[in-house]
């Protein structure tokens, strides 16, 4: 029975030290609960305190990213801008060697059609002559 009342003795140590823990640690947590709600409230003074100061910051920001915003639309509209610009120039200066090619062009086939047009006439001048020549010589042949 001696070990019964040990037992029991044990239990009893174990069901205090439990009590006196839970006693230790809601005493802790009941101080740390203090102190978290102590800060919270110190928190929500200086965030009342400064509340105007953040209103006030957050629309700089906001009137920041609007004028980022203006700022961005009138660089693309000037790029833009610029964009057709250079599209017009280049266009007209496509256009002008365009322009030059073709007269090159016209140039060359008027000269190889005029080439052609001398052969010809070379050759129609030549048939002539040698008609006229024969032409000639029978007169010459009939007169004598």
Known sequence: ????????????????????????????????????MNFKTRLRRIIKAHLPYIRRRRLVGKATIIQRIVRGAKVRAALLEQRKAACTIQALKRRCAARDRARRRLAAAIKVQARAKGVYQRALYATWRRQVIHLQNTTRAWLR
Request: hydrophobic residues 35%; positive net charge.
């Open 1 to 36: 029975w001696r070990m019964k009342n040990q037992e029991i003795k044990w239990k009893r140590k174990l069901r205090s030290r439990r009590k006196l823990c839970g006693l230790i640690y809601r005493f802790r947590f009941v101080k740390e609960l203090h102190a978290h």
